[in-house]
């Protein structure tokens, strides 16, 4: 991915909330929101017409929940990396998002403090998790395939806990 320019599709289903990622993100020159999307449809839909590099979508979406509107992505479009940004705090729910082939998972109470944390690890070809996860082992769709930083295992967070190396 060009760090000189990361086009990013934004998707949640509360304007507000939308409303402030957009901010903290169009805070650098380097990232270009080029789309917002309130729910998994528009989400699918979007992210044809945009070809986004990063989506960070919710998984509480109306329409199509964001793991599936995530599937629908990663095979239609596997270019655009997925960075999930939800209120679901469960290590399975984690561990089902990496399933399908998420690149970055932030809970939504930590994102002030990591989201710019998770897209900079995407951008280098990591995956990345909140420092609330550390610990946890999780395993990312052994369907994709992994970006060069990817195969050699580089899985942080936002203290540098390397939790896994990537399947």
């Known amino acids: 991915m060009d760090a000189s320019s990361v086009r990013i599709l934004v998707v949640d289903d509360h304007d507000e909330f939308r409303r402030f990622v957009s901010t903290v993100l169009q805070g ?52 655009s ?15 089902h998002a990496f399933g399908v082939g998420a690149s970055a998972y932030v809970v939504k109470t930590d994102a002030a403090r990591e989201i710019l944390a998770a897209v900079d690890a995407v951008i280098r070809g990591e995956c990345f998790c909140g420092e609330r996860f550390a610990g946890h082992n999780f395993t990312r769709d052994a369907d994709r395939a ?15 806990f390397a939790t896994s190396p990537l399947a």
């Open 81 to 95: 990396e997925i960075i999930f940004v939800s209120q679901e705090s469960s290590a399975d729910i984690v561990e």
């Open 28 to 79: 650098r020159a380097d990232l270009e929101v080029i789309g917002q999307a309130s729910d998994g449809l528009e989400a699918v839909q979007m992210a044809g017409e945009l070809k986004p590099d990063l989506i960070l979508l919710d998984m509480g979406l109306p329409k199509m929940n964001g793991i599936e509107a995530a599937q629908r992505i990663r095979r239609n479009f596997p270019k």
């Open 146 to 160: 992994p970006s060069d930083a990817q195969d050699q295992g580089n899985f942080v967070n936002k203290t540098g």
